[in-house]
């Protein structure tokens, strides 16, 4: 340091002086000690290997006198095996070859039997004639490198066996979740299978007759509360039911088997639609409601015979305390078909039916629906119920229609109900054909 | 969705239960419950009084046919009371109005 505002001292004195004394202490460091005591091992060695010349850092490495060395071992002999094998095979060529090696890692034997990982530089020496003469070499004690690799190594292994556990656990995790899938699915197969029972895939076709359905499961097992059917009785006849089981899910659907084919059975033992629900009563009240679990359904059962010429068609029905059939009138109008007096199948031992009878003119739609539709939540708080006296306005706003027709428009009329429509809804539509088909041939219509 | 709330009080005619809240699917078994535990005596007459009720589905109606039932058991006999004209509908509908006696209030006679 200097001060700008003085005359500049003395060399010798003060802070130059701490460095001077330092300088002096290095240059009575002899060379001689320098080799001994660097801070990294040395060795020189003949041609042949024998060793020359050691110094001390290496010699208190290995735990070996010098007396012991010198002259009297080569380098190799100082290696373990894999490091006598390497410096054969790679060390020794390449050095006679390039004259230089450095930073070679190899492995020395200590004089208590351990490994000494170190790295090894070695040059050769050449004399004026530029022939060899010698090797030097010195050896820095890489313990502490190999640690550090070690170390990194274990790390890499624990990450690899981590990522390698993840993987395992993802595959796992995809097993389970291909297993839930597949369940899924098959309980999604058996599900469509049962549902099948409870209402037919598709409807038969009557002739002079068009039929339209519509069903939609409020549930997400897919298993309805509502039930609907259409099957022959003879030739000129057809019986038709729709309605609803109370409850939900599974032990609605087992209520609904047995339900519809109750009513097969009975339509077909005594057409007369009030008969055919008077069975269903017995059968429900002596299942469910005589063992103190009463269950009951609303159902309304028709026949219907289509006109086989130009004319009426003449439909009867009967009704368990189902919401009243609509009609849809060939000049525009439409009228609720109430059966009045009827009472929820299956909760008395004998229960009022009511019953109810009129002619569909070609172009005429008779309408059975569930109370899903009449008791969709409206509004905008979903406060309010759609009602049936808005179904008539609709179903008069659409007046005429053919029974796909009114489907179509009632579909849509439930899909803008959104999350207003909670439960499961059944339409079925029968009407007769504004313009009649021509009859097919006597022969394939018997009367 | 209103918690189901069902109270019950004796009369000199029998006893009233209160009934308030949702009689939906999920918790229309309480009522079943309760009313099945009910102890009735013959000649008395078990009130169910629905002023509070604010939904009722079809599993609701099976709760309240099974109180008639519990009822008829019991050589006892069973009104709805305060029915709400939702309900009131519905009832008429399916033909129940023919069956339950239906009361305007829970002490009305």
Known sequence: MCRVDEEPEPSGTGGDADMDVAFTTLLEDSIEELYESAPCGYLSTLMDGTIAKINTTLLNLLGLTREAVVGRKRFTDLLTVGGKLYHETHFAPLLRMQGELRGIALEMKTAGGGRLPVLVSSLVKHGSEGEPLLIRTTVFDASDRRAYEEELLRRRQDAEQARAEAERARAEAEEARRQAEADRARLADALAVLQQSLVPTSLPDVPGLETAVYYHTASADRLGGDFYDLFPLDGKRWAFFLGDVCGKGPQAASLTSLTRYTLRAAALHDPEPAAALTTLNAVLHERYAAGGDPRYCTCVFGIVEPATELGHTTVRLASGGHPPALVLRADGRADFLPAPGGLLIGILPTAPIGTAETTLAPGETLLL??????????????????????????????????????????????????????????????????????????TNNPR | MSPLNITHRDTATGPVLHVAGELDYAQSTALRRQVEQLPLERGQCLVIDLSGLEFCDSTGITAL???????????????????????????AIVGLDQVFTIRPAADAV
Do not use: C, W
């Open chain 2, 65 to 91: 046919l099974v109180a008639r039932q519990h009822a008829q058991a019991a050589d006892a006999d069973i009104a709805l009371a305060a029915v709400p004209p939702n309900l009131m509908r519905v009832l």
């Open chain 1, 369 to 442: 629906y569930t109370d899903g539709l009449t008791e969709a939540r409206t509004g905008p708080d979903r406060g309010n119920l759609y009602g049936e006296d808005a179904l008539l306005a609709f179903a008069a706003d659409r007046a005429p229609a053919t029974p796909q027709e009114t489907i179509t428009a009632l579909t849509g009329l439930l899909k803008s109900f959104g999350d207003g429509l909670d439960d499961d809804t059944a339409l079925l539509a029968l009407g007769v054909p504004a313009t009649h088909p021509s009859l097919p041939p006597a």
